[in-house]
């Protein structure tokens, strides 16, 4: 807890220190027009996580019963703008329900490196990789599983959803800015030094004719899980690196699963990390 912080209330919705929660647009936050280099959270639980990392968090914005949960947390160089459930909607462009916002830091796209998310090239490893996740909810999911099953790292592909829009964090529960990530330029070839270079046993989620069962798949040491969009699945390219495919088996007439609980199946099989 923070010993004296940042409250202004704001009664005027048209104050210059608003202007960037103001018609609040994830794209808008991406650049390069308007507000490059930031992101938004919402919901409490989201601002939470982002208040306790340091450095990440510019401003927040609550309507006034969020005050004693979370003006406590903001360190004083982060100011806790506080304005009317009316006053917020008019600024954001739309209805904030649950009346809490904050502007967040967007890293340098050029810092989401394989090499940075993944330093390790010994020890028990297990990487998440994803082939053009394009959904919102399903990118936010699969944050939220490896969180949950103790994976070291996500790779997303060129195509995956941007995990920083607002849903997509909050649906990872604020994961999303806590799971050391990366999005790869060079998918494929990037799955070839994960695999030369990390020594990382890749295994595709997919239905192919040689898919194997995955309780018959043995954990590898350092382990790769790759999963795919739900109606496209994986491309053949990355088939092709993968070294074992294998399937959830399932009652006759069902064939597969939404991604993010496929990929909660795979973690919780494959994971080499510490869980409780």
Not at 152 to 168: E, I, Q, T
Request: net charge negative; charged share 25%.
């Amino acid at each position: 807890m923070n010993p004296t912080p940042n409250v202004i209330t704001i009664d005027d919705p048209a104050d210059p220190r608003l202007d960037v929660y103001r018609d609040v647009r994830d794209r808008d936050l991406r650049g390069p027009s308007g507000r490059p280099g930031r992101f938004i959270g919402e919901q409490a639980l989201t601002v939470e996580k982002m208040l306790s990392i340091p450095g990440l968090t510019e401003s927040v914005l609550i309507a006034p019963n969020w005050i004693d949960r979370l003006a406590p947390l903001a360190p004083p160089d982060v100011p806790v703008y506080v304005v009317t459930p009316d006053t917020m909607a008019t600024i954001a462009g739309f209805p904030i329900h649950r009346g809490v916002l904050a502007v967040g830091r967007r890293p340098a796209p050029e810092s989401r490196t394989i090499d940075a998310a993944v330093p390790t090239r010994s020890g028990p490893l297990t990487v998440l990789l994803c082939e053009d996740i394009t959904n919102i909810d399903n990118i936010g999911l699969l944050f939220r599983n490896a969180a949950a099953f103790a994976a070291d790292a996500v790779v997303l592909s060129p195509r995956c959803h941007d995990p920083l829009y607002r849903k997509s964090i909050r649906v990872s529960i604020g994961h999303v800015l806590t799971m050391p990530w990366a999005q790869s330029v060079t998918w494929v070839d990037d799955l070839d030094r994960l695999r030369r270079e990390w020594g990382i046993t890749l295994i595709a989620a997919a239905l192919t004719d040689d898919a194997r069962a995955i309780g018959a798949v043995d954990p590898p040491d350092r382990v790769g899980i790759v999963v795919g969009a739900e109606y496209s699945g994986l491309s053949a390219d990355t088939l092709a690196r993968c070294d074992v495919v294998a399937k959830i088996p399932m009652a006759p007439g069902i064939d597969s699963l939404n991604v993010g609980v496929a990929s909660a199946v795979f973690l919780e099989r494959f994971s080499r990390g510490t869980r409780r």
